[in-house]
């Protein structure tokens, strides 16, 4: 099922009661989820993900905009009959009832010609338990399953009506670390078995990236960027963008740009043709630093920490706004720790210009690197 959101904005009263400015939790989103995708709604804590998932769903109502199931205007349908299922972080199962009955409850509210014989609503509980493979769980009461499992029965919940849209609100949020990854793989498999067109919701950079087809990335509202995550990734639209994806994050300067050339201090590290001069952040990913020897940027070394693959290097550098420079290179490469100043090239397609002021992307063309 493809999901339109058209102009989708919603406006809160401000809470603060002498300012009487609103709060826009979402403003004008539009944007068409492919049918059958799994979409990552990504950004800090208060950025609108909750709500635009609410407003999908029903729970909420947009101040303005329309949301459209492939040719369906359901903006004004109550969530009950948009064909949804929801989960939330918080699993919100019935404790009084078993894994069986908990899964059951959905289609037992199901009235007139959708009303299913008690046979036909066990074989649905029983293959949407096998899906999320709790088939063995089906007489346990939530209190007696682990968080993950707690949280696959809560999806087994919202997939047993088979829904034309699933919703997910940060549901990985309350799984300790090694559950988390393995529930996560398995929202993908299940997502890419049942094809059911979903949003996922998270605050975890590397959540989204790591399972979805596309990531919109939000900030105060508005939607800053969307793409396939790599394309995100190698393309930062903003600063914010850049900052917001990759671990360990994007190492940030002050730098600028004279004759085309980019300077970080009085090191000038990169030819930049097509960027005019003017002061700028300058944007280095971790992987975006060589060491060599006559490397035109020199920073003070600090430490180097051997993660098994790689290393990285810690060191520092008076234009860095990050209180370090972090880079990653191979673990051959050896780096004598007891030299005082670490120096690298850059590798052009790692290094990203941005507008002092706007904090947009500058294009540049680089040279090979050499
Ligand atoms: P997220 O899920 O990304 O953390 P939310 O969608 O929950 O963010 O919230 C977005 C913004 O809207 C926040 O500033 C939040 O305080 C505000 N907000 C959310 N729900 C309400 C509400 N019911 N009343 C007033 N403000 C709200
Ligand atoms: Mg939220």
């Known amino acids: 099922m493809e999901v339109v ?11 603060d009661k002498k300012k009487h400015e609103d709060v826009i939790a979402v403003n004008d989103f539009n944007f068409t989820i492919p049918d059958g995708k799994l979409i990552g709604l990504l950004g800090p804590s208060g950025c609108g993900k909750s709500t635009t998932l609410n407003l999908i769903s029903g729970l909420q109502k947009p101040t ?14 109550p969530p009950e009959n948009r064909g949804i299922g929801l989960v939330f972080q918080n699993y919100a199962l019935y404790p009084h009832l078993t894994v069986k009955q908990n899964i059951l409850f959905p289609l037992q509210n199901l009235k007139g010609k959708d009303k299913l014989t008690k046979e036909e609503m066990l074989e649905k509980a029983l293959a949407v338990a096998k899906l999320v493979q709790i088939d063995e769980l089906m007489d346990r009461k939530p209190g007696e399953l682990s968080g993950g499992q707690q949280q696959r029965v809560a999806i087994a919940r919202a997939l047993v009506k088979m829904p ?6 940060e549901p990985l949020s309350n799984l300790d670390a090694r559950l988390r990854l393995q529930t996560r793989e398995e929202i993908r498999r299940i997502q890419r078995e049942t094809k059911i067109t979903t949003i996922f919701v998270t605050h975890d950079q590397e959540e989204a990236m790591s399972i979805s087809d596309l990531i919109v990335v939000m900030k105060d509202g508005v939607v800053h960027q969307i793409g396939k995550p790599q394309e995100v990734y190698d393309n930062p639209v903003n600063l914010f963008v850049a900052k917001f994806l990759g671990t360990p994050p994007i ?69 860095s706004l990050n209180p370090a420079v972090r880079s990653i290179i191979s673990a051959d490469s050896r780096v004598n720790t007891a030299q005082k100043e670490v120096r690298f090239s850059l590798v052009p397609q790692k290094v990203f210009l941005f507008h002092k002021k706007t904090e947009k992307r500058i294009d540049f063309e680089a040279e090979e690197e050499q």
């Open 251 to 319: 190492n940030v300067f002050s730098g600028r740009v004279k004759d085309q050339e980019l300077y970080i201090g009085e090191d000038a590290v990169l030819k930049v043709m097509g960027a005019s001069d003017q002061e700028v952040y300058v944007g280095i990913r971790p992987e975006g630093f060589r060491l060599k020897e006559d490397g035109p940027l020199c920073c003070e070394l600090r430490g180097v920490e051997v993660m098994g693959r790689d290393s990285s290097v810690i060191s520092g550098n008076k234009a």
């Open 5 to 15: 959101l058209q102009n989708l904005t919603k406006k809160f009263p401000g809470r």
């Open 164 to 169: 034309r849209v699933l919703l997910l609100d």
């Open 64 to 77: 303005a905009g329309k949301i459209f199931f492939g040719d369906d205007d359901v903006t004004d349908l």
